[in-house]
């Protein structure tokens, strides 16, 4: 059953890129959208739920929430730039990495010496999976500059979202409720995500649109199910198995970026070959 719950993530996250392209707007009134419809959801389920968790867990959980923001803003501009069967196996497959990392250092989720190996090895075939993934698209930015620009922010922000999935270990049950972590950390979400987009919007000269927005709150309710999904996940099946079953998001969204938004590949290929090594990598770290 907890399994089954980790699946979620899987398909809400994997769903949520192309629902978003479909849907239109920029990357600014896009995370306004998702962290708007995500706050509506934590706001039906703070009237149903009890809410536990002192000062320290709500600071917590906010920061989470707001280093999501900044990762999910960054992959946000990767769809736009280089495209989203592009920048989602490489946004992956690095939280991957940096999850595993933090899963065994921090909260000693492989035991000894052996599963160690064998977990390095299966991220061995991930970073393989990255890099066959993330070949040149047959479509060109304006130029190789802004290309290169793209996919460093996507990198960096990925930071972002090695602290969204790790701050919420350090609480226990004890501490808090699975609901109360997604209900504090959506409000870290809507301020951090008002704060990005709003200024970004400004530094670009660009109107932000109160109509695309609403409309993107739907693809914000998509994401709020599997985010409430994903905390349960997290709580019940380890950092490094919750993320890793989530991440599974990359080969739904890859596939139905070249089927649905029809996003050129230099080499479809080369792209299959780097999920699947993904695919095999994840399924050795969930075995571990």
């Not at 809410?51 to 960054?74: F, R, Y």
């Not at 196996?89 to 999850?99: A, D, K, M, R, T």
């Not at 070249?258 to 969930?286: D, Q, W």
């Amino acid at each position: 059953m907890d399994l089954l719950f980790g699946i979620i993530p899987a398909i809400g996250w994997g769903i949520l890129p192309v629902v978003l392209v479909k849907l239109g707007g920029s990357a600014d009134e896009q995370l306004l959208g998702t962290t708007i419809g995500n706050m509506l959801l934590a706001s039906i389920l703070f009237v149903f739920v009890p809410i536990k968790g002192d000062v320290s867990v709500i600071i917590l959980c906010i920061l989470s929430g707001l280093m999501w923001a900044v990762g999910q803003w960054g992959q946000y501009q990767g769809y736009a730039s280089i495209s989203v069967s592009k920048a989602m196996p490489l946004s992956s497959g690095l939280q991957i990495v940096g999850n595993t990392f933090f899963g065994v250092v921090l909260f000693d989720e492989w035991g000894d010496n052996a599963k160690i190996m064998l977990g390095i090895s299966a991220v061995v075939i991930i970073i393989i999976g990255i890099l066959f993934s993330a070949g040149r698209s047959t479509q060109q930015n304006e130029s190789g500059s802004i290309n290169r620009k793209s996919y460093i922010s996507l990198i960096l922000t990925t930071i972002g979202y090695w602290g969204y999935s790790v701050i919420p270990n350090f609480l226990s049950a004890n501490e808090t409720t699975v609901y109360s972590k997604y209900i504090f950390q959506a409000i870290g979400m809507l301020l951090a995500s008002s704060i990005l987009s709003f200024h970004f919007s400004r530094v670009r000269g660009e109107q932000i649109y109160v109509k695309r927005i609403k409309k993107l709150t739907l693809g914000g309710l998509l994401f709020g199910i599997a985010a409430a999904a994903y905390v349960y996940s997290l709580q019940h099946n380890g950092l490094i198995v919750a993320f890793t079953l989530s991440q599974m998001n990359v080969v739904i969204s890859s596939i139905l970026g070249i089927f649905i938004l029809h996003e050129n590949h230099a080499n479809p290929k080369r792209l299959y070959v780097g999920l699947g090594c993904i695919v095999v990598g994840s399924v050795v770290l969930m075995l571990i």
